[in-house]
């Protein structure tokens, strides 16, 4: 029989203060909590649980991410953790803090739109209108789907002259 119990909010405070120091390793300017996976943090069976989603499934990020959570988590002196990965409901960048957001564009990367603004679910659907992070222009043109990684696409700002990054809306 699974007994799961919540946190003591002295000890949920604890516990997420450390989990923000632990990073997305694709943008280490972002915690986990800025990205928006942690979804619960609980104990089970005497176990102390940590539930995310990852921002899609097949990230090759979660392993790194799950072990920075250990690590994190047994320098508290935690010995028994458990990650747990729920697929649904999906992780979407409106789970992503507006802090966060501001991490991404001060790194260079220009955060997700807001979906009522802009965000397209198709693959190759019309370009989308994205500022530049640098400079702030919605001068910019979409040079590839794919940036750096699945989840961004390279665009170019048409002011600037910069290429960057664009965190597509998922």
């Known amino acids: 029989m699974v007994m799961r119990t919540t946190l003591h909010d002295t000890d949920k ?3 997420y203060d450390r989990l923000e120091t632990v990073t997305d390793p694709e943008i280490p300017v972002l915690s986990i909590l800025d990205m928006g996976i942690v979804r619960e943090v609980y104990w089970e069976n005497e176990v102390l649980t940590v539930l995310i989603t990852p921002t ?3 990230c090759p990020a979660m392993d790194a991410i799950a072990t920075g959570i250990r690590v994190a988590l047994s320098d508290l002196g935690f010995a028994k953790i458990k990650i747990k990965q729920q697929l649904s409901p999906a992780w979407t960048t409106d789970w992503m803090t507006e802090e966060g957001k501001e991490k991404l564009r001060g790194y260079g990367i220009a955060p997700p739109l807001s979906k ?4 397209q679910p198709a693959l190759f659907a019309a370009e989308e ?3 530049c992070p640098r400079c702030g ?3 910019t043109k979409r040079l590839s789907e794919f940036g750096s990684t699945a989840c961004k696409a390279l665009y170019q700002c048409q002011e600037c002259k910069e290429a960057f990054d664009y965190f597509k809306c998922h």
């Not at 009522?116 to 965000?119: K, V």
Request: hydrophobic share 30%; proline share 6%; net charge positive.
């Open 137 to 139: 222009s919605w001068h």
């Open 13 to 15: 405070k604890t516990i």
């Open 129 to 131: 209108a994205v500022p």
């Open 116 to 119: 009522a603004q802009s965000c």
């Open 56 to 58: 899609y499934s097949g």
